[in-house]
């Protein structure tokens, strides 16, 4: 059996690609890399998908479906995953080989222990387009480093400072067993990763390592803020499962008050974004959809609605009138600096 399963969800992806591959098979034969292919048409990302599995048959494997969108690779990758632990590590982005082997190393160390590893964190890096200084996204602050640890051990997590798809690996067996399934033809898709499976994860381990590193700046990227406005009824949507989500599972994870504060401030951050998007586009249908996102969440739950409504990012959110829009934008382009939003 492989220590880890890696997938790679790929469309149109053979400009770069090669990069990502050539990045995780430094892993050796501790690793499985999943290169699925999300029915790509425009270019040889399928032909590069077979030329590695050729040419690295016991490493690599090639899964080609129809295109079903970014949840949909994932979720393949899930399926196919013979490995322990599984990663995504998106087709633009690649891995740090010297943090990558102490990874290893650890998984390694940590597998057959006393204690079961629900979820390995580790840092990572904003490889921002034309940027020299590159942001580090840490938690050193925030989790026991280098020891298996609970909900209970981790410290207050500041606004926007959240455990994202590419800090995380997840025990395989975690995620199949929770029922994962990422809906298809939908972006934004990795908030719902890292948020549906917390509930059943006991143990973690935070390796202050900078090991993913995130490649932002493309114009047709799906973080580029008027691509996301192109895109809001998807973001919406994740939006509202993770609503859905939190107050259906709400009296198991409030047993975990450290979980229900982390998952429920998670969820503030994405509801933060959705309004602001919707505000940024200005058209009445947009404004209309903000009012709807804010009065499902007062419906399903009153009391998450107050929290939000009157929290910090809330408050801004709602604020009446063009000036009042206005200073929920510039919230908006504060966070951008300080998170490199595109």
């Not at 490889?127 to 280098?146: A, C, F, T, V, W």
């Not at 490649?215 to 009824?233: A, K, P, T």
């Not at 008050?257 to 249908?285: A, C, D, P």
């Not at 998450?304 to 408050?315: A, D, S, T």
Request: hydrophobic share 35%.
């Amino acid at each position: 059996m492989k220590l880890l399963s890696v997938a790679i969800p790929c469309y149109n992806s053979e400009n770069y690609m090669r990069k990502c591959v050539e990045s995780l098979l430094v892993g050796g034969e501790d690793v499985e890399i999943l290169i699925v292919n999300d029915g790509s048409t425009k270019d040889r990302t399928a032909e590069i998908a077979d030329e590695y599995a050729e040419k690295y048959p016991t490493i690599v494997k090639a899964i080609h479906k129809e295109n079903g969108g970014h949840g949909s690779a994932v979720n393949a990758g899930i399926a196919h995953a013979t490995g322990l632990y599984f990663k995504v590590v998106d087709s633009d982005d690649w891995v740090k080989k010297e943090a990558y082997l102490q990874i290893l190393d650890k998984l390694r160390e940590l597998v057959g222990g006393d204690k079961v590893l629900d979820m390995l964190i580790s840092n990572f890096v904003y490889e921002k387009e034309g940027e020299k200084r590159k942001k580090i996204m840490h938690y050193k602050h925030i989790l026991p480093q280098d020891e298996m640890f609970t909900w209970a051990d981790c410290h207050h997590f500041r606004k926007g400072h959240y455990i994202l798809m590419h800090s995380v690996i997840f025990r395989t067996k975690l995620l199949k067993d929770c029922g994962l399934q990422l809906p298809e033809h939908t972006f934004y898709v990795d908030n719902l990763f890292v948020f549906e499976p917390l509930p059943y994860v006991r143990n973690m381990y935070y390796m202050n390592v900078n090991f993913y590193r995130y490649y932002i700046g493309r114009e047709d990227q799906s973080v580029n803020e008027q691509v996301m406005i192109g895109r809001i009824d998807q973001q919406l949507l994740v939006n509202y499962r993770m609503i859905d989500y939190l107050v259906e599972h709400k009296h198991e994870i409030l047993k975990n008050k450290r979980l229900f504060q982390y998952m429920r401030n998670y969820l503030e951050i994405v509801h933060t974004v959705s309004s602001v998007l919707l505000i940024r586009s200005g058209t009445e249908e947009h404004l209309d959809k903000k009012k709807a996102l804010w009065k499902y969440l007062e419906d399903k739950d009153k009391r998450l609605h107050f929290y939000m409504r009157h929290g910090i990012m809330g408050g801004a959110m709602n604020l009446p009138g063009k000036s009042g829009r206005q200073i929920s934008v510039n919230a908006y382009r504060l966070c951008q600096k300080i998170y490199k939003f595109n």
